[in-house]
């Protein structure tokens, strides 16, 4: 059982250039999430779906867009990248909003 | 929404039973109390979860005075694979606070033999 699963695990961009990561689930959940997490700073909710078809804002949306045309997959996009978002980016998903959440290994992006 | 604060960090040795104890002065009747482990590298974990009193499972215990104001994770007779950050988080199970989920900054725990 696979669980959670990030694509790709590392990554380097330009500024201003786009990218897509991928989260994919195999528990047949319905609610997702995207977070970043900074040196220091714990992780932060960027945004989040409740299920197929629905997203909404985080805490720290700028900047990002996601899609979730499936229920087992939820992406996160970046239009023009910014060094600002040179982050260590975790997905997660759980089976009801109190429900605990499971998280991938996380995307390590850098963006010079 | 019921911001939270632990400990930056706490040293143990081990076969010690640590406590990390969470603050939470704003939390709502709805909210429940959770906790994550993470290591470095890997997403964080789920430990345990609970509303009231006392909770029990494998790894950890979790005790919530009768105010809710605040909780306590109990690692009893921690090992060095304990060395870990854990998270403190607050909110409402109906979901309406799920956007502002805070996972804030942790407890880095640090066992040493």
């Known amino acids: 059982n696979a669980g959670v699963t990030q694509t790709p695990k590392f990554r380097v961009l330009k500024t201003g250039q786009s990218m897509t990561l991928l989260c994919a689930q195999d528990m047949n959940h319905e609610y997702m999430y995207w977070y970043r997490q900074d040196p220091g700073m714990g992780l932060r909710l960027i945004h989040y779906s409740v299920g197929e078809g629905t997203t909404a804002k985080g805490e720290v949306p700028d900047g990002y867009n996601v899609s979730r045309l499936k229920k087992q997959n939820f992406l996160l996009g970046l239009e023009s990248a910014a060094p600002s978002q040179t982050s260590v980016y975790f997905c997660?998903?759980?089976?009801?909003?109190?429900?605990?959440?499971?998280f991938g290994d996380g995307t390590r992006l850098s963006i010079l | 929404l019921a911001k939270t604060t632990q400990p930056i960090s706490m040293d143990s040795y081990e076969g010690q039973e640590v406590n990390i104890t969470c603050s939470h002065n704003n939390i709502a009747t709805n909210d429940y109390i959770t906790w994550y482990q993470q290591f470095p590298s890997q997403g964080p974990r789920f430990i345990i979860q609970?509303?009231?009193t006392k909770v029990t499972n494998e790894v950890a215990s979790l005790f919530i005075p009768a105010d809710r104001k605040s909780s306590t994770l109990s690692l009893p007779r921690v090992s060095l694979s304990d060395t870990a950050v854990y998270y403190c988080l607050v909110g409402d199970p109906r979901g309406s606070t799920l956007g502002r989920l805070y996972f804030g900054r942790g407890t880095q725990l640090t066992v040493w033999p």
């Open positions: 997660a998903s759980s089976l009801g909003s109190s429900q605990p959440q499971h």
């Open positions: 609970g509303y009231k």
